[in-house]
């Protein structure tokens, strides 16, 4: 049985990760009128954290930061996005219906914007090393007059996941390639054979990466997400003596990039 404490490392052993399908800053159907409670997406979101029972929104706390869980619920006005403060007016997410305790007024939003992610596809047992970087968030000094020096504080960079993974089947090339493509051949004895192709410069869909690593000693865990991701390089090794290998890597914005560290029986 685990006890609450504090985990000295996370073994990649009780680790997984799982890419979903991605759908970025939907509008949702729905008047925003004072009275409208509840909106809708297209497809219902997956519950990428597992963090509880619930699909659930982004954490804001009294000092109006957040950060993201499986759905991220905004307000834009008048061409402006806003994130919806859960603290003040709570969100729940039920199948494909977005509910507010209070219902938005137009003077807070024309539109209810939903980004999330759906369809889970768990790649584990073919990635053998997995690489987060990037997302630095860079200064520099210019000299003025007098010899003062001025800090200049630049914008985050990108983030990134590389992966080095077994080549099976068809590997990970979709994710730079673009769209798949499946084909049915009726087989002349044993049923039917698939075809899977996919061809470059096709438009790729955006992904979330979700890495979940787990201490069994202590129950912590921590979530590494990565939402809004398009795979940006995919490489391949085939030495005569070892197995097929791709090394590929993904990139989202900072913004879309979140750590969730659960710890257990210490609230």
């Not at 009780?14 to 004072?34: A, H, L």
């Not at 990635?127 to 200049?152: F, H, L």
């Not at 991701?229 to 005569?240: D, I, K, L």
Request: include cysteine.
């Amino acid at each position: 049985m685990a006890q609450p404490g504090e985990t000295k490392a996370f073994l990649m052993e009780n680790s997984v990760t799982e890419i979903y399908t991605y759908v970025e800053e939907e509008i949702c159907n729905g008047d925003v009128n004072g009275s409208q409670q509840d909106y809708t997406v297209t497809t219902a979101p997956a519950q990428i954290t597992g963090i509880s029972a619930t699909v659930e929104p982004q954490y804001v706390d009294a000092n109006g930061e957040y950060f993201r869980k499986d759905v991220l619920v905004i307000y834009r006005k008048d061409g402006k996005d806003s994130i919806v403060d859960t603290t003040s007016n709570a969100v729940t997410i039920s199948s494909t219906t977005i509910s507010f305790a209070t219902a938005p007024t137009t003077t807070e939003a024309d539109k209810v914007i939903a980004s999330y992610s759906h369809t889970k596809s768990d790649r584990s047992d073919e990635i053998v090393n997995m690489t987060p970087a990037g997302g630095g968030r860079p200064v520099e000094y210019v000299t003025v007059q007098g010899g003062k020096k001025i800090r200049i504080q630049k914008t985050q960079e990108a983030k990134t996941i590389a992966f080095e993974v077994l080549s099976v089947d068809q590997g990970f090339v979709e994710y730079i390639n673009g769209v798949e493509v499946t084909e049915t051949i009726a087989g002349a004895t044993s049923g039917s054979d698939t075809l899977k192709g996919s061809v470059g410069a096709q438009t790729r869909t955006k992904r979330t990466i979700v890495c979940k690593l787990n201490d069994p000693e202590t129950g912590n865990d921590r979530i590494e997400l990565f939402y809004n991701v398009v795979g940006v390089t995919n490489e391949g090794a085939a030495p005569s003596e070892g197995y097929w290998s791709e090394t590929c890597s993904f990139e989202c914005p900072p913004q879309d990039y979140c750590r969730i560290t659960r710890l257990v029986g210490q609230g």
